[in-house]
């Protein structure tokens, strides 16, 4: 079986980005805001956005399930306050449980959760446990930067943050440390804010105790994890001045990287430096990346391709494609095996 642990929904009908632009025209006149009633996306028009994008894709690479959530560049939570969040939270969500629904043996949701610049993770607690319990979601992204581009929040390993955490461990749920749009003309937000947010994060985790705090807690570094497995000799050396643990034990009981890495040798240093065991097949299709690569004739995101032509046993392979997304997304492994998987 072959697990996407990264998609994002993308392709919705234009509705949803008409219904957003209007939530945000009315931030300043809130007697406009429309109501999320007056949201219609009905099945038909769902099955047709799927089924002609991300599932047709699926199918023409041999991929089976993907791990589906909003939009990651769409979630812009430095927007509006945390009613703007939890209202566009909410519907996003139910959308790609939709999704789920109407195509429950290909996608499976993960949530995003109404983040807002400063305000207490407490309030994301509410949409996080509505989305595991009631839509069955089995992952969260959970966005290090709310405020675009600016990095105002505290980091990681802060107590800030542990509401979220403590929530995480209670329903064994791993969560993508995902960025969103960047207001920050400094950072480009696919080219740049991603790939420092992927790179910040895992610094942020190394310089603390977070995962002997929450020895459960797991973490999954898209995008390859930015520009750690390049540097791995530097994170290695970081941490052995600071007189912390080897990387190993230090963090690879936690955090976990995934393939989002668009040509082969990207991918053939991140699983020659990265343990096995820490990384999980992604695409991140139909994402930031959509042309075809000159060199090679194929897709950039078709990643496929690049575990296939590593150089890694079968055994390996298996581990990234399905072995690794099992274990560390605790419920999906349940619900594949309640499905005979
Ligand atoms: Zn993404």
């Not at 190394?206 to 459960?216: A, E, M, N, V, Y």
Request: net charge negative.
């Amino acid at each position: 079986m072959i697990i996407d642990c990264h998609g994002h929904f993308t392709t919705a009908p234009k509705a949803l980005e008409d219904w957003r632009q209007r939530q945000i025209a009315s931030l300043n006149i809130p007697a406009l805001a429309p109501s999320v009633s007056e949201l219609r996306i009905s099945d038909d028009e769902l099955r047709d956005a799927i089924a002609s994008n991300q599932l047709r894709l699926m199918r023409e690479r041999g991929m089976d399930l993907t791990i589906f959530s909003p939009r990651a560049s769409f979630m812009a939570h430095h927007i509006g306050s945390f009613e703007t969040s939890a209202t566009w939270a909410a519907i996003c969500n139910t959308l790609c449980h939709r999704v789920s629904e109407l195509f429950p043996d290909q996608f499976v949701g993960a949530a995003m959760l109404p983040q807002s610049p400063g305000i207490d993770t407490k309030s994301c607690v509410k949409e996080l446990e509505r989305c595991v319990l009631e839509y069955g979601f089995v992952g969260v992204n959970l966005n290090p930067d709310p405020s675009g581009g600016h990095w105002t929040s505290p980091p990681l390993s802060d107590p800030y943050w542990y509401p979220i955490y403590e929530k995480l461990v209670e329903l064994d749920v791993p969560a993508m440390i995902h960025v969103s749009t960047s207001c920050n003309a400094c950072f480009h937000t696919t080219g740049a804010h991603y790939l420092n947010a992927d790179t910040t994060a895992f610094m942020q985790v190394l310089t603390s105790d977070l995962f002997r705090r929450f020895p459960t807690l797991k973490f999954v570094i898209p995008h390859g994890g930015g520009a750690v497995p390049y540097h791995w000799g530097r994170f290695r050396g970081l941490a052995q001045e600071m007189k912390l643990p080897p990387l190993g034990e230090h963090l690879l009981n936690n955090v976990f990287f995934d393939t989002c890495v668009y040509h082969q040798p990207g991918i053939d240093l991140l699983t020659r430096v990265i343990p096995v065991k820490n990384v999980l097949f992604a695409s991140e299709m139909i994402g930031a990346v959509r042309g075809i690569d000159p060199e090679t004739g194929h897709y950039y995101d078709d990643t496929r391709r690049y575990i296939d032509q590593a150089a890694l046993s079968d055994e390996e392979r298996h581990q990234i494609y399905e072995g690794n997304a099992r274990r560390v997304y605790s419920r999906l492994d349940a619900r594949l095996k309640a499905r005979g998987h």
